[in-house]
């Protein structure tokens, strides 16, 4: 198999220490705040390279990859395993923390955890394995030809002999690293394309304190923090009298907020204990001036986007002459489609403990970028990265909202006013209403037909504020944002005249990248959209689609499945309908069918969903169908749920009784099937899952009751 890997990034992992063989470590007493994120008793944890083996046999690999629900602190080391030829089960895997020795991809977002680590991992799992043969077979005197690894041992064919890995790791760290390892046949897998068991489960359910807000250090205080309701905002006064008098209150402190290229000023409550801060906080005054941003409200700068979708803002993608092919269509369909702000709402809270050493600072928190984090505190304090240590803990939920590290460097604000480390939590009101959002979209189509109810012209204008924008601090409002227009003009279908078109509506407040970002606003508009035009061309929605896709592709692979297994050609009874979407963009492709039914009230059901997504390589089958569960869960829940809405600048929503979540008596029957057909393409997970979920709901209600939705959320 070729590996899909350069031999300087390889390098970057292997450079060190020849693979991170470890001889002798000494293993006294756990020193106090390590995280040792594996439960394994007996010590203090020297982070090593990747594969630390020791002359007593134990083993150690290391996972570069946080871990929010997704499994990668199974699936990474799993890649060094397989090719290792040793079992999870008889493995340590310990967390990195954003260390260069672990190179520069230690962050878990964009699907990227396998797709950016497949040969890479596996090659430095398979390179340790040769070092060690090539050890046994000059232990031996034998050809290197005679000898194979199994179980964490090499043997030699013909004798019968065998040594451990611990017997031979000392010699093997001398040998050198092998700078093109031979990979495993995947037909002799053992670990990857398995279902195996994560080994976080058995902490998860039975509650092990493992997660960021469980985390507790020597000498720790407590901090709830007081941020402006109105983004922008400008701290007058503050008076800490009333919040001085609560018991167990220490002090009142200023300290910032930082988010992309922007600092808000905080006042924080720090307390023995989480609840006497809270309360502190509450006894608080303060006051802000608003700027004139408390003038924002959702009902005007929707309108604004209305107006703004009239206008040709700047052009992304032209193919074809979209004007000139749209003015000689037969059929002409223009739709608008408006998708809202979403909150992230992780389970767990945001929180981070900071404590400083002098000018050095150690974190605990659950992030999905630990390089990032460090980054920006350098940053904001003017420090060097290497004075920034990071215990990353498992997250309960991330969706992207842990990508930002604006808690931690506000925990370390505080810690560095109060001379103490910090336990900062949010609430989840701080959640729901102090962002970052999924921006607002709205999306302008225009499409024409020919004969034979083909697409002849299509046009996609997406009119949103901008990620980037929250994040740069001198954003270019004269380009087309790629990242506000995801894979617009990416699919397969085959249209001869495509054009697509950006234009911008600021705001204030920051935005954030949600979980498959604004492929879940994109697709929701141009599935619609396809669905549209079928109709206008009285054709079957799924015949419309692979009608586009005259030529063999992926897509067209997944819509043929879907087809497959949803029974598309079976007819429904009245009061029934089914619809589908796909979407495929930069973590991946997936694809649903939605079936759904009428209630004598008029409300819908949602009778079943069938999912396909096209991975090419899995690592943990149970893993991708968990991750489609919980991305068809959060799209169902956008799609149906109220979105984040703003009155006189501020949220209105504040908790889950008015931002609500999908419940589990709500979810309906799923039916998942993974395309997997080996080889080197490797595409994402958690992500794809998600966008065509709502688009295949809309057009399943279409094709049920006639009504055709434009807006999200809808009522079922």
């Given at each position: 198999?070729?590996?899909?890997i ?18 002798g ?39 570069i ?6 499994g ?25 923390g ?6 520069n ?58 040594l ?12 050198p ?10 037909k002799?897998?053992?670990i ?5 068991t ?32 109105v ?15 609560v018991p ?25 204990n ?11 005054q ?13 009902k005007d ?15 992304a ?25 979403v ?10 403990i ?17 390089q990032?984090?460090m980054?920006d ?19 309960g ?14 925990a370390?604000?505080?810690a560095?006013?109060v ?17 970052p ?70 705001v ?6 949600w ?76 694809g649903?069918v939605?079936?759904?039914?009428t ?55 504040s908790?889950?009784?008015d ?41 399943a ?16």
């Amino acid at each position: 198999m070729k590996n899909n890997i350069s031999r300087r990034k390889f390098l970057e992992f292997t450079g060190l220490t020849g693979i991170g063989f470890v001889m002798g470590i000494s293993r006294g007493n756990a020193t106090p705040g390590v995280v040792n994120m594996s439960m394994a008793e007996g010590g203090s944890v020297e982070l090593l390279p990747f594969v630390i083996i020791e002359k007593s046999g134990k083993i150690t690999i290391m996972n570069i990859k946080p871990d929010m629900g997704q499994g990668t602190f199974q699936s990474v080391p799993a890649l060094i395993a397989e090719e290792l030829e040793v079992s999870l089960d008889a493995v340590t895997i310990l967390q990195t923390g954003g260390e260069k020795k672990y190179g520069n991809d230690q962050g878990a977002g964009g699907s990227d955890s396998i797709r950016g680590s497949y040969f890479t991992m596996r090659k430095v799992g398979a390179s340790a394995r040769e070092m060690l043969i090539k050890a046994a077979a000059q232990t031996w005197n034998v050809p290197e030809s005679e000898c194979f690894a199994e179980n964490a041992m090499v043997k030699h064919r013909p004798s019968g002999k065998s040594l451990g890995y611990g017997d031979l790791a000392e010699k093997a760290a001398t040998l050198p690293v092998p700078e093109k390892p031979t990979l495993k046949d995947p037909k002799d897998f053992k670990i990857l394309g398995k279902a195996n068991t994560r080994p976080d489960l058995p902490w998860k359910v039975s509650g092990k304190p493992i997660f960021g807000i469980d985390q507790e250090v020597p000498g720790m205080v407590y901090a709830s923090v007081e941020r402006s309701p109105v983004f922008g905002a400008k701290l007058v006064r503050h008076d800490g009298a009333n919040a001085m008098k609560v018991p167990g209150v220490q002090q009142v402190v200023l300290a910032e907020r930082k988010f992309g290229s922007k600092l808000q000023p905080v006042v924080a409550v720090v307390a023995d204990n989480y609840w006497a801060a809270l309360k502190g906080r509450k006894a608080l005054q303060v006051e802000w001036d608003n700027q004139g941003h408390n003038a924002f409200n959702s009902k005007d700068y929707e309108q604004k986007l209305r107006d703004l979708a009239k206008t040709d803002g700047v052009e992304a993608h032209n193919s074809g002459n979209f004007q000139d092919a749209f003015n000689k269509s037969l059929v002409k369909v223009e739709a608008l489609y408006e998708t809202p702000f979403v909150s992230h709402s992780p389970m767990e809270p945001m929180n981070c403990i900071a404590q400083w050493t002098g000018n050095k600072l150690e974190l605990w928190v659950s992030t999905q970028a630990p390089q990032w984090m460090m980054g920006d505190i350098a940053e904001q304090f003017g420090i060097p990265q290497d004075d920034i240590k990071v215990n990353v803990m498992f997250s309960g939920g991330g969706f992207g909202r842990r990508l930002f590290p604006d808690v931690a460097c506000e925990a370390a604000s505080i810690a560095k006013a109060v001379g103490k480390p910090v336990k900062v939590i949010w609430t989840r009101e701080d959640d729901t209403q102090q962002g970052p959002f999924r921006p607002l979209t709205f999306s302008a189509l225009k499409g024409g037909l020919v004969d034979g109810g083909f697409i002849s012209a299509w046009q996609h204008k997406v009119i949103s504020p901008s990620i980037e924008d929250t994040m740069m601090e001198n954003y270019n409002d004269k380009k087309a944002d790629g990242t506000m227009m995801e894979a617009t003009a990416e699919q397969a279908y085959e249209i001869p005249n495509l054009n697509t078109r950006f234009i911008y509506a600021p705001v204030k407040f920051p935005l954030g990248y949600w979980r498959a970002v604004t492929s879940t606003t994109t697709a929701f508009a141009h599935e619609c959209f396809m669905d549209e035009l079928a109709v206008a061309s009285n054709r079957d929605p799924m015949e419309f689609r692979l009608g586009h896709l005259p030529k063999p592709s992926d897509t067209k692979r997944v819509l043929l499945k879907l087809k497959e297994v949803s029974g598309w050609d079976k007819p429904l009874p009245k009061g029934r309908g089914r619809g589908v979407a796909q979407w495929a963009f930069f973590a991946g492709l997936g694809g649903n069918v939605v079936e759904v039914s009428t209630n004598t009230d008029g409300s819908i059901k949602i009778e079943k969903i069938w999912a396909v997504i096209d991975l090419g390589t899995v690592v943990n089958p149970e893993t991708v169908r968990a991750q489609v569960e919980g991305a068809i869960a959060m799209a169902l829940t956008a799609a149906t749920k109220g979105g984040i809405t703003f009155e006189g600048g501020k949220v209105v929503q504040s908790n889950f009784h008015d931002n609500e979540m999908l419940r589990i008596t709500e979810y309906p029957p799923v039916e998942i099937h993974i395309l997997a057909e080996g080889g080197e393409k490797i595409k994402g997970v958690g992500e794809p899952g998600l966008p065509p979920v709502a688009p295949a709901l809309a057009n399943a209600i279409f094709a049920a009751t006639g009504k055709r939705i434009r807006r999200m959320p809808f009522e079922l």
